[in-house]
């Protein structure tokens, strides 16, 4: 029996802890909330846009993964002549309006939309609102 347990409770224990490390902080029962939004983007500023996408900042994405954000990203397509972003992520928290309004504190955060903001043409109905980026309803997700 002694050998039995001296073979066993190892293997347990590294079951137990190799479990405990694959969550990375999310709940495994969390869903993630998926958002998506678009916008169009001057063309005058694509490449600026694109310039600094390809060089975020630290602390911009540090308060996007403290906000419970993530598989973020942004995409431009070209339509008539007109740039468009089309952004998409999904959001593993509890509150929602809560983490936006704590990235929108964020200074870090504040200074990098002082850069892209310039670069977006918010459509007729969000520009209405006096909003950047329109809502986006989800038709179908295939898991």
Known sequence: MKKILNCILPLLAL???TGCASHTGNSPSVTPQRY???TGLKPEKA???EYI???PRPAVNK???EIHIQNFSINKCEIDGKFYLF???EYTGTNFDADMK???ADPATQDWWKETDPCQSPLPAAAAK???WSDMKEVFYLQ
């Open 15 to 17: 079951a137990f802890f």
């Open 36 to 38: 998506a939004w678009i």
């Open 47 to 49: 490449e600026y846009y």
């Open 53 to 55: 996408h390809a060089h």
């Open 63 to 65: 308060t996007l993964k």
């Open 87 to 89: 952004a998409y992520l």
């Open 102 to 104: 704590q990235m929108a």
């Open 130 to 132: 006096g909003k950047i």
